[in-house]
Nanobody, 124 residues
Framework: QVQLVESGGGLVQAGGSLRLSCAAP????????MGWFRQAPGKEREFVAA????????VLADSVKGRFTISRDNAKHTVYLQMNSLKPEDTAVYYC?????????????????WGQGTQVTVSS
């Protein structure tokens, strides 16, 4: 079982920035591809970003390209989501997820472990 703990959410004005962190203690962290998803009220969970085990391969949703960046530090067992130029439509609960798949998937059903989520609210 992998425990994922997100942090860094909060309230920010449109145009601002936040950095989310997801810690996954344990020696197996470097074995996982990691992803970020988000879910707004009344909407389905949607893919945001994902990174391969070493961070060399990353995938971003079209809606966040040019604004968000995913990175990871395997020595710290942590994956990050840097969010810049935030918009009100980015408001959601953001979830971190882990999968054994080598190539980071964009489908939430392909992920094996999930964090509890962190709220991001962007005011206009």
């Amino acid at each position: 079982q992998v425990q994922l703990v997100e942090s860094g959410g909060g309230l920010v004005q449109a145009g601002g920035s936040l950095r989310l962190s997801c810690a996954a203690p344990g020696r197996t962290f470097r074995s996982y591809s990691m992803g970020w998803f988000r879910q707004a009220p009344g909407k389905e969970r949607e893919f945001v970003a994902a990174a391969s085990w070493n961070g060399d391969s990353t995938v971003l949703a079209d809606s966040v390209k040019g604004r968000f960046t995913i990175s990871r530090d395997n020595a710290k067992h942590t994956v990050y989501l840097q969010m810049n130029s935030l918009k009100p439509e980015d408001t959601a609960v953001y979830y971190c997820a882990a999968t054994w798949l080598l190539h980071p998937p964009i489908t939430h059903g392909d992920y094996d472990y999930w964090g509890q989520g962190t709220q991001v609210t962007v005011s206009s």
